[in-house]
């Protein structure tokens, strides 16, 4: 798959990270930026990945900042985008097995490396079950 990744400055320590471990999974990066610690404004790289997901230039994406929640409102902001911010794997499970989430937003001052990591498996590897979950998503998507 081809995943987009993007942090503000609290989330690139981490972004670093997982993009070494996505990439040994076989997947595809898009590295949309930050590149430093330096302070920057999430905003701007939340909506650059949502553009990527809504012109299905990638498959999947993976927003980090701080808490993950500023990160999922914007994202969010973009419609055929479904962000979900997740704190444990049974998250990450449910909101693409039932949400068919295409963003997974991490805060890095919340999760730790090694759970980060755990939570990003489960959201690559989980499948949308479709069925009665199609026309919920379906609402989302268009109110």
């Given at each position: 798959?081809?995943?987009?990744?993007?942090?503000?400055?609290?989330?690139?320590?981490?972004?670093?990270?997982?993009?070494e471990?996505?990439?040994?999974?076989?997947?595809?990066i898009?590295?949309?930026?930050?590149d430093?610690?330096?302070?920057?404004?999430?905003?701007?790289?939340?909506?650059?990945?949502?553009?990527?997901?809504?012109t299905?230039s990638?498959?999947l994406?993976?927003?980090?900042?701080?808490?993950?929640?500023g990160?999922?409102?914007?994202?969010?902001?973009?419609?055929?985008?479904?962000?979900?911010?997740?704190t444990?794997?049974?998250?990450?499970?449910?909101?693409?097995?039932?949400?068919?989430?295409?963003?997974?937003?991490?805060?890095?001052?919340?999760v730790?490396?090694?759970?980060?990591?755990?939570?990003?498996?489960?959201?690559l590897?989980?499948?949308f079950?479709?069925?009665?979950?199609?026309?919920?998503?379906?609402?989302?998507?268009?109110?």
């Open positions: 798959m081809k995943i987009a990744i993007a942090s503000d400055h609290g989330g690139f320590t981490l972004k670093q990270t997982l993009i471990h996505i990439k040994s999974l076989g997947h595809t898009v590295d949309l930026g930050t430093s610690t330096s302070s920057v404004d999430y905003p701007d790289f939340a909506h650059k990945l949502a553009n990527e997901i809504q299905k990638c498959d994406g993976v927003l980090i900042c701080g808490t993950g929640i990160m999922e409102m914007t994202a969010n902001r973009h419609g055929g985008v479904r962000a979900a911010n997740c444990n794997t049974t998250q990450a499970k449910l909101t693409r097995e039932h949400n068919n989430a295409n963003v997974l937003c991490l805060g890095a001052r919340i730790g490396e090694v759970l980060a990591i755990d939570v990003v498996n489960v959201f590897t989980t499948q079950e479709g069925g009665r979950h199609e026309k919920r998503v379906e609402k989302i998507d268009n109110p």
